[in-house]
């Protein structure tokens, strides 16, 4: 298994940057597009691993209230493109807990910086002439284990379980 531990998008703001991204193909825009059920926040990447229970065992001792994220700007690592998320105290907490209680329980993963994005398109290629952001939003209320199956050659993201909030 190849697991990541995100937060799905609503079908709202997933169908409103599928519209972005459908622009940006008419605009002549080339490359890997995310399909738009694929499209979420990665709060920890996991990557190869046996089995999903010692990540399940600390993801059930995550605990947080509801709270609204919003879309904001567009951003690249390299080549590839990406959508923002407004600076949110209580995500990057989330974040931070998820990646606590994954350290505690002795799961490895990706250490790199937190930085809330939506990736849109891998090995981008062409100019836009305007990459516009939608005005989105969407409350959190619960995390996703997700596993990332390669073997058709494009990801196929299968969810392996999921934890809510407190409320």
């Known amino acids: 298994m190849r697991l990541f531990i995100a937060i799905m998008l609503t079908g709202q703001c997933r169908r409103a940057l599928a519209d972005t991204l459908e622009q940006m193909k008419q605009d002549g825009i080339t490359g890997r597009?995310?399909?738009?059920?694929?499209?979420?926040?990665?709060?920890?990447?996991?990557?190869?691993?046996?089995?999903?229970?010692?990540?399940?065992?600390?993801?059930?001792?995550?605990?947080?209230?509801?709270?609204?994220?919003?879309?904001?700007?567009?951003?690249?690592?390299?080549?590839?493109?990406?959508?923002?998320?407004?600076?949110?105290?209580?995500?990057?907490?989330?974040?931070?807990?998820?990646?606590?209680?994954?350290?505690?329980?002795?799961v490895s993963y990706d250490r790199k910086d937190f930085v809330p994005h939506i990736t849109l398109v891998r090995r981008m290629k062409g100019s836009m002439k305007e990459c516009y952001v939608p005005d989105c939003h969407m409350t959190v209320s619960r995390i996703s284990l997700m596993n990332s199956d390669l073997s058709s050659g494009n990801p196929l993201y299968l969810e392996v379980s999921s934890f809510g909030n407190v409320d």
């Open 33 to 106: 597009f995310v399909p738009e059920e694929n499209l979420h926040i990665t709060l920890a990447f996991i990557g190869k691993t046996g089995s999903p229970e010692p990540v399940i065992n600390a993801l059930r001792r995550i605990s947080f209230h509801p709270f609204e994220i919003r879309l904001n700007g567009t951003g690249m690592f390299g080549d590839t493109l990406w959508a923002g998320v407004k600076e949110n105290d209580k995500l990057t907490a989330l974040a931070e807990q998820v990646r606590q209680e994954l350290s505690a329980s002795g």
